[in-house]
């Protein structure tokens, strides 16, 4: 039997809109038989989710989408199958924590200075108990009629480069990757065509991130068209790396993204799920 596999999604541990179990009843819906909970910077719901997931018979595979640092760049590493208990993971996750904490804080300073006011009390109890992420920012823009949509929001304010934004000492690529590799899990380089960056610098991204032990590209994505999905299994091929797969699902009608409904990956790709 083939395995339906979703590698990459998120929970309202962070920024999505489904608790860690609604998530897990959502991809049970979906027919996803392996799903993996990539929450931002932080582990929180992957006991909830796996509680869920061995009542609803489908195998969740602990994992976090963590922020880094390539060449100034802000990059998205998904670390999968890490032990949670791993206490160099957890440190990290716990220093990013407070750097997206202090992020907010001068997030809420600058809009602020913008005429914005109480955007960092707002996105908090908007977040509740969450991380704070910037799409807690976007509602908050939203809900006080400052933008129209969450697209305006970043685009006027939160996106890299304009007014609202701050730039976060992420952890090195380099480091991320110990973290994860020190809690025995395999780092996969997120959604490779959302970078911004020309196929040479992605290919110096990848050689660089295989070279610190970073062993999967995520080559099924949402965000990538048949053309692209090619193009990134070819590149996974030539480079040696294995292939993953994951949706980005943040919730229901958010981006409309579904959970599980992803291309097959292509033939030529040697699956992550090889390596568990
Ligand atoms: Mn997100
Ligand atoms: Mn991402
Ligand atoms: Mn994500």
Redo the contacts with the bound molecule.
């Keep these: 039997m083939k395995l339906r596999y979703d590698l990459h999604s998120?929970s309202d541990c962070?920024?999505g809109t489904l608790s860690p179990e609604q998530l897990v009843e959502r991809a049970k819906l979906q027919q996803v038989d392996v799903l993996a909970l990539t929450d931002?910077d932080t582990i929180a719901g992957v006991t909830r989710a796996q509680q869920a997931a061995a009542s609803a018979g489908l195998t969740l595979i602990p994992a976090s989408e963590i922020s880094a640092k390539w060449n100034k760049k802000d990059i998205h590493i998904i670390a999968l199958a890490i032990d949670i208990e791993n206490q160099l993971l957890q440190e990290g996750l716990q220093r990013h924590q407070q750097k997206r904490e202090t992020r907010a804080e001068a997030m809420g300073d600058r809009l602020a200075e913008l005429g914005i006011k109480g955007a960092y009390a707002g996105a908090k109890k908007i977040c509740g108990k969450a991380l704070l992420?910037r799409?807690h920012f976007a509602k908050f823009l939203i809900e006080q009629g400052h933008v129209s949509s969450f697209n305006d929001a970043f685009k006027r304010y939160l996106a890299a480069g304009k007014p609202g934004y701050v730039v976060t000492p992420w952890a090195s690529m380099e480091e991320v990757v110990r973290w994860i590799r020190a809690a025995g899990g395999q780092a996969v380089l997120a959604h490779p065509t959302c970078y911004k960056l020309t196929s040479s610098q992605l290919r110096h991204l990848l050689r660089d991130f295989k070279e610190v032990g970073g062993v999967g590209l995520e080559v099924v994505t949402s965000y990538h068209n048949a053309d692209e999905t090619q193009r990134m299994a070819t590149l996974a091929a030539s480079m040696q790396l294995f292939a993953s797969v994951g949706s980005d699902f943040?919730g229901i009608a958010e981006k409309r993204i579904e959970l599980g409904q992803l291309r097959p990956l292509p033939g030529n790709c040697k699956p992550i799920w090889q390596l568990w």
């Design positions: 998120h962070s920024d931002h992420t799409p943040h």
